[in-house]
């Protein structure tokens, strides 16, 4: 039995946040139904390139597989009747509208609870439900922005970025997804429903951890230190002769060994490198060393020579390689989808492994209100005659 299989969702999000979190909990067996706007559904539909070769947007492709679709007009009093219905047998309704739009809908927390009392609203909103930004519009750029973690990636000296991958989203869906988990769990104890009020800018805020603790500790700003840290050296990438790895020496065990491998013994005995503390203190001298040493020799003959003595490290490797690496491979994190005209598409696995599974099973997405009918015929029970009249009338796609 998968983790959340019984639970009913109804996804009201469009975008990546909303759907990316939704579909985790889709993976692990919930039943997903994606409403959309009948004009167009979710916008991510159409974004690209790239896209297959029908058109079909590669993006939309990577965040809603496991998903039906149901096109509902909820902005029609019709519309919300429906929808009302698909409430009242509902677990959890799950949105990313900006604040107050559930209201303008007719489909705020309170109108939710008074059709289902064990109903969860997961609200996810780039700044949250109350404050002075509530009503600002912002995606992933802004919230890496706001956050502070632009403020931190980067080489010292240049212009901030933004983390390669879309973080401001994804921890969106990520707490969401837990936060969805825990008002089930109490639920099951208590009977009542919730609503979790999720801000994006309050998740980037909460990834800061150590790097805040550190401000208040001794009322430094910190800055960008490229793929360095600040506490411990040397952690960092390096050059080599044809490429590029990492090393991390988090412990001062590694220290001796490290030496040994870049041939260097004498820097364990100086002064200024003894501890991590006396590396930390004097960066800016051992760094250069280390860079210029690595300069000699291959990526693989250092991950070999390092490996040997059990010093952290690894390449750093494309997105082509890592999708072709064995571990991954073995860990199911390179999945099937069978899609009705692509035929078999790759896919990535899900993270969660439950009781030895390895496994995804992978449908694609759905196309914009392929499951109208059987939702509304067997879900709600409603006869031929209605849903070809909520059709006719534009209610429902």
Not at 12 to 39: C, H, N, T, W
Not at 111 to 132: D, F, H, M, T
Not at 352 to 360: E, F, I, R, S, T
Request: hydrophobic residues 45%; proline residues 6%.
């Amino acid at each position: 039995m998968k983790l959340f299989e019984g639970v009913r969702v109804l996804d009201l999000s469009r975008m990546l946040a909303g759907p990316y979190g939704s579909m985790l909990l889709a993976d692990m067996g919930a039943e997903v139904i994606k409403i959309e706007d009948p004009d167009g559904g979710d916008p991510m539909r159409v974004m690209g390139p790239p896209f297959l070769a029908d058109g079909e947007s590669a993006y939309f492709l990577a965040i809603n597989r496991n998903k039906k679709s149901v096109a509902l007009d909820l902005a029609r009093d019709a519309g919300r009747a429906v929808f009302y219905d698909l409430v009242r047998r509902a677990d959890i309704v799950w949105e990313n509208f900006r604040p107050g739009v559930m209201e303008r809908l007719g489909c705020a927390y309170s109108k939710l609870w008074s059709l289902n009392q064990r109903v969860i609203l997961c609200s996810i909103s780039a700044y949250g439900q109350e404050g002075p930004y509530r009503d600002w519009p912002a995606f992933d750029l802004a919230l890496q922005a706001m956050g502070g973690a632009m403020s931190i990636t980067g080489e010292p000296g240049r212009l901030p970025v933004r983390m390669g991958l879309p973080m401001g989203d994804l921890t969106g869906g990520i707490f969401g997804a837990f936060a969805v988990a825990g008002a089930l769990f109490r639920r099951e104890r208590t009977g009542e429903g919730a609503h979790i009020d999720l801000s994006l800018l309050d998740c980037q805020v909460s990834l800061l951890t150590y790097v805040a603790q550190y401000f208040w500790t001794n009322g430094r700003v910190p800055g960008p230190l490229g793929s360095g840290h600040a506490s411990v050296v040397p952690y960092q990438a390096l050059a080599t002769r044809d490429g590029h790895l990492i090393v991390a020496v988090f412990a001062e065990k590694f220290w001796s060994g490290f030496c040994r491998v870049v041939e260097h013994p004498e820097w364990e005995r100086d002064l200024r490198f003894t501890t991590n503390r006396d590396r930390v203190a004097n960066r800016d001298v051992l760094v250069p060393l280390v860079e210029a040493a690595f300069r000699r020799r291959t990526t693989d003959d250092w991950l070999g020579r390092l490996q040997a003595e059990g010093v952290p490290c690894a390449p750093i490797r494309s997105v082509d390689r890592v999708l072709a690496d064995p571990q991954v491979r073995q860990r199911g994190m390179v999945a099937e989808m069978a899609h009705p005209v692509h035929g078999k598409l790759p896919a990535l696995g899900t993270p969660v492994k439950v009781d030895g599974a390895m496994g995804l099973e992978a449908a694609p997405p759905p196309r914009l209100g392929e499951h109208t009918d059987l939702v509304l015929g067997k879900l709600l029970d409603y006869g031929v005659a209605r849903i070809a009249e909520l059709r006719a009338t534009g209610v429902v796609l």
